[in-house]
C-alpha cells in the first residue's frame, strides 16, 4: 500500500462544476503539499498545509491531521483547470528529500 | 514561473549511454532534490544535495550520481543508460534542507532507445 493515495485517479467534469480531489497518507507529516503537473510536465506548487485551510482563487485546500486526511476544492471549475493534480506530503523530521507522492489525479474540466 | 530552468526539455539517448540533465536553481536556494517520474506515476526521490554535498537519498542505483555548484546549479548524471530510465526527471530547490516550500523546474523528458 502506497503511503499517499489520491483519489479519484481521473476525473471528469463539465465546466462550472466544483470538483473535489482527496489525498489520504499513513506516515507522520509535517507539511502537505498540492501540486499541479500541466501535459508539458512542469509541477507548480498550488499549496501548503500543515493545518486548516487554505485559499487561494478558487482553489481551497484542507487539511485534517488527526485523520491524515486532505482535500483540494476548485469551484466553478473552468477547461484550464484540466491537469494531474498531486498530492505530496514531507515526512515529519525530514527534509524537502523525503517529499512521497501520491501517483496524481487527472482531472479533465469539458466547456 | 518558479525560477527554477532545467535543460534540455527533451532528450533521446540509446541505451548503454550516459546523460546528463541540468538544473538551474533560484538564487540563495543551496538545497536541491531531483525526482524521477515514470508514465502514469508519481515522482520518486532520486537524491538532494545541500551546499555541495549529497544529504539524502532514494532507492537508485549508483549509476544514478549527481552534483552540486556553488552557483545553485546542479547536475544529475545517468551512466549505463536502461530503457527504464525513460521518464521525466524534475529537480526542485528549496532555501534551506528543512525549508517545507519546494519549487519545480518544468522537467526534462529523457526516452532511451
Known amino acids: 500500500k502506497n503511503e499517499v493515495e489520491q483519489s479519484p485517479q481521473n476525473l471528469t467534469a463539465q465546466e462550472g462544476e466544483f470538483i473535489t480531489i482527496n489525498c489520504s497518507y499513513s506516515?507522520?507529516?509535517?507539511?502537505l503539499h498540492w501540486l499541479q503537473q500541466h501535459p508539458g510536465g512542469g509541477i507548480v506548487s498550488l499549496f501548503m498545509?500543515?493545518?486548516g485551510k487554505k485559499k487561494h482563487g478558487r482553489l481551497i485546500a484542507t487539511i485534517n491531521i488527526q485523520e491524515k486526511h486532505s482535500s483540494l476544492h476548485i469551484t466553478a471549475s473552468h477547461p484550464r483547470d484540466s491537469a494531474v493534480y498531486i498530492c505530496?506530503?514531507?515526512?515529519?523530521?525530514?527534509?524537502?528529500?523525503?517529499?512521497?507522492f501520491g501517483k496524481g489525479t487527472k482531472l479533465s474540466v469539458k466547456p | 514561473e518558479t525560477g527554477v530552468t532545467q535543460s534540455p526539455t527533451h532528450l533521446i539517448k540509446t541505451r548503454g549511454q550516459q546523460v546528463t540533465l541540468r538544473c538551474s536553481s533560484q538564487?540563495?536556494?543551496?538545497?536541491v532534490s531531483w525526482y524521477q517520474q515514470a508514465l502514469g506515476q508519481g515522482p520518486q526521490f532520486i537524491f538532494q544535495?545541500?551546499?555541495?554535498?549529497?544529504?539524502g537519498r532514494g532507492n537508485f542505483p549508483p549509476r544514478f550520481s549527481g552534483l552540486q555548484f556553488p552557483n545553485y546549479s546542479s547536475e544529475l548524471n545517468v551512466n549505463a543508460l536502461e530503457l527504464d530510465d525513460s521518464a521525466l526527471y524534475l529537480c526542485?530547490?528549496?532555501?534551506?534542507?528543512?525549508?517545507?516550500?519546494?519549487?519545480f523546474g518544468q522537467g526534462t523528458r529523457l526516452t532511451v532507445v
Open positions: 526542485a530547490s528549496s532555501l534551506e534542507q528543512g525549508a517545507s516550500e519546494a519549487f
Open positions: 506516515v507522520g507529516i509535517s507539511a
Open positions: 498545509l500543515s493545518s
Open positions: 505530496a506530503v514531507m515526512r515529519y523530521g525530514g527534509s524537502q528529500g523525503n517529499l512521497i
Open positions: 538564487s540563495g536556494h543551496n538545497t
Open positions: 544535495y545541500y551546499r555541495e554535498e549529497e544529504n
